[in-house]
């Protein structure tokens, strides 16, 4: 319960309970603000007041509205200056002559030329004793803060520190669902650039599908049908079919930026009638110059060609790549060619593909490390690895494609115990007819 004792005056208490009234009713936080720096400044009868929003996330203390600085936004340490002591301890802070106390910080008297004399800080606390915030008022128009003026300033703190949490809860969710509303766009846009359509090959099966562990997947998968000039329409019989992997760094919008933009250079590169090896190279460069650092993306090139029955394969870092060998029942793995793409200059050693050849029911086995990596339900140490996924590989070898996609998610979302996996999961799967 609120000191109503600091208000003897009626005119001042009824003053109180109008703003009670009008915190209470509005949500918006700038507007708490002012109204809050207001009701400070004329019950204390100040120059200006300031109040510092608490941000726990960086230990920032951030003013928004205040006396004095117009448009300006002042971020400083929760431990810095008078407001920092404040948050620091708690507790109420009276200083009668600013220029007196070590606390102080003169910089922002010195850019603005406003001379403080007298402050008052005292913090803004919820229910529990958390830090919302830290009001400040400056400069009490005769003589130095009294304690009336303390009573009344945490009278006022204890109101405002309520409707600044709230406010600030408020915002927070409302930022929330606009990020999301933009976070769907994008899955939106991404999902719709995959293909719908897989690419007719003669004597050949395909099938691709990428599952986001996020909103957004830093994978992005492409199954593009080829002729004589170039790219095919999609519904018809295509000879070649050029195929691609990329895993950028990381997850959400951002990763998932540059594996659609290495998706679309392919595609432009394919329509210029570019080889595989210099596609390769003029991507590495583009994503070179446009990556930050510690930024990558891992990709996986292979170029299908049914006259010859070959799968002409470039991986930059994307592995591990295998071909389960019908004849033989077994797989044999297929190198990485290169580093990841986007972090040094590719020579043309690098940028050689491997061709490997495909006889009847080969199957050629691309998947991300999403499936690979997937850890063991109930934080166990192990990963669900290459022999899992051999194991449904070679008892589905014969089953379409798309099911043995299928029975890798189930099984590897089982083994994670979770409705999603942490990293994406990407697979691209290539089969030669029997017959």
Sequence with gaps: ??????????????????????????????????????????FLRSDRATVFVHDPRDGMLVTRVAHGLGTSTIRIPDSKGIAGACAQSRALINITDAYLDDRFDRSFDAKSGYRTRTILAVPLLDDEGGLVGVAQVLNRAEGTFTEHDELVARSLAAQAAVAVRRATLIEDRIERLRLQEEIDVARSIQQQAFPTAVPAVPGYELFGRSTPSQECGGDAFDLVPLDDGGIAAVDAPAPRAMLLIADATGHGVGPALSSMQTRGMMRLALR?????????????????????????????????????????????????????????????????????????????????????????????????????????AGGGAGQFGEDRVFDIVRRLRDEPLERIVAELDAAVLAYHGAAFTPDDRTAILVRRAVG
């Design 1 to 42: 319960m609120q000191d109503l004792g600091a208000f003897q005056d009626p005119q001042a208490l009824r003053k109180l309970l109008e703003l009670s009234r009008h915190l209470g009713e509005c949500a918006d936080l700038d507007q708490v603000l002012s109204t809050v720096i207001d009701a400070l400044r004329d």
């Design 272 to 376: 210029l009638g570019q080889p595989l090896s210099a596609l390769a190279h003029q991507l590495n460069q583009q994503l070179l110059e446009d990556l930050p650092g510690g930024r990558f993306v891992t990709a996986w090139f292979g170029l299908l060609d049914a006259r010859t029955h070959t799968l002409h394969s470039f991986s930059a870092g994307q592995g591990p790549l295998f071909v389960y060998r019908r004849a033989t029942d077994a797989f044999e793995p297929v190198d990485t060619d290169a580093p990841p793409m986007g972090i040094m200059d590719f020579d043309a050693a690098m940028c050689a593909t491997q061709t490997v050849s495909l006889g009847p029911g080969d199957l050629f086995v691309a998947v991300t490390d999403g499936y690979y990596e997937a850890p063991e």
